[in-house]
Every structure is written in C-alpha cells, then in structure tokens.
C-alpha cells in the first residue's frame, strides 16, 4: 500500500501515546521495585484512608444535628423499596404467581383438614365437638363502690 502524501494526525497522535505510555509504564515499573516508594505509598494510602474515615463521620454526626438522612440511610430505604416493589411485582403478575407456588387447594368455607377426603378427622375443629367452653369474665361490673 502506498504511503499518502499528508500524514494521518490521528495515527501520528497514537504513535505518540504509545510511546509516553510505554516509558511512563517502565519508570513505574522501575520506582515499584524501589523499597522507599512502596513505603510513601503505603503511607500515604493509609493516611488517605483515615482522612475518608474522620469525613465520613464528620458527614454522618452533621446530617444527625440537622435531622437529615446519612448516604447508608437512603441506601438502606433503597434496598427496602426494592424488596417491595419486587414483592408487588410477583403479586400483580397473577399469570406467573400460580406456577410458582404449585397447585392450589379448593375454595371452600371449610379449612382444608375438614375438607371432604381428608385423611382424619379433625374433632377439634368440628362444630358441637368436645371443645371446653370457657367461662365469661366480669370487667369492673356495678358491684363495689367508686371514689
């Protein structure tokens, strides 16, 4: 392929780039495996991190005294929204709910253990059954005298 007469800029700019990144990655390289320059980075990584941590609590005890919501507060009520609306989700999609949760029982006014076809009887639950009755209780009735 023939070179063109005008130089591409872009590919000139490219060449360029490579080039700085390539001896930008090399001095790196070299100043990584330097004991002192790990150690400044070290702590200065750490001073940086404590620094967030002393904001972080300057932020939080600030949004207290003006009865704001803290940045975990409004990430908690998101996760909590997100669980509602996901649970409305599966509520208002009454095609998908039915295959999620198996087969449902009949609808009837008896509960499912009274239901005809029942494996034993329930005498408990039966009307009229053995069941003790229980006994009225008095609540502050007209006896006695009020002051």
Known sequence: ???PPIPD???WLRKTLDRVEGRAN???GRGLQCEPVLATLHRLNAASMLWRQALQKALDRHCKRLNLPTA???AAIQATLQRIEDRLDSL???HDAPAAQGPRPARTRK???AAPGAD???EAAAPGGNAPRRRAVRRGGGHG???
């Open 72 to 74: 975990r507060d409004v």
């Open 111 to 113: 509960p499912a253990a």
């Open 120 to 122: 034993g009887p329930d």
């Open 1 to 3: 392929m023939p070179k």
């Open 26 to 28: 090399a001095l790196a």
């Open 9 to 11: 800029p872009l590919q």
């Open 145 to 147: 005298t009020r002051r």
């Open 92 to 94: 208002a999609s009454p």
